[in-house]
């Protein structure tokens, strides 16, 4: 099983980012797919999950400002982030929820202000 997230990089406030996170080794649709961030000095957060039947869950910092969805074809899940903060600045972990302790490599978000 593998997680391979991508799609960080740099932003400025207001800005957005689209992060994407793969899945393989499994099947895609039985499973639901969460986001985790970690920033630097604090502890991890969650910021997103979406079952297998497509039904999102948002932590309050992301609710009105961060979309996430999947694409069963492509074995992929998304996290579209909209308003960006320096507050949002984080290493971005995806993770599947049959095993919420095992993420796959992180993916670096800067917002600069």
């Known amino acids: 099983v593998q997680l391979q997230a991508s799609g960080g990089g740099l932003a400025q406030t207001g800005g957005s980012l689209r992060l994407s996170c793969a899945l393989s080794g499994v099947l895609f649709r039985n499973n639901g797919i969460g986001w985790n961030r970690r920033a630097p000095g604090k502890e991890t957060e969650l910021v997103a999950t979406?079952?297998?039947?497509?039904?999102?869950h948002y932590a309050e910092f992301a609710k009105g400002r961060f979309t996430i969805s999947r694409d069963d074809s492509k074995s992929t899940v998304y996290l579209q982030m909209r308003s960006l903060s320096p507050e949002d600045t984080a290493v971005y972990y995806c993770?599947?929820?049959?095993?919420?302790?095992?993420w796959g490599k992180g993916t670096l978000v800067t917002v600069s202000s």
């Open positions: 993770f599947r929820l049959f095993a919420p302790d095992v």
């Open positions: 979406i079952t297998s039947d497509g039904i999102p």
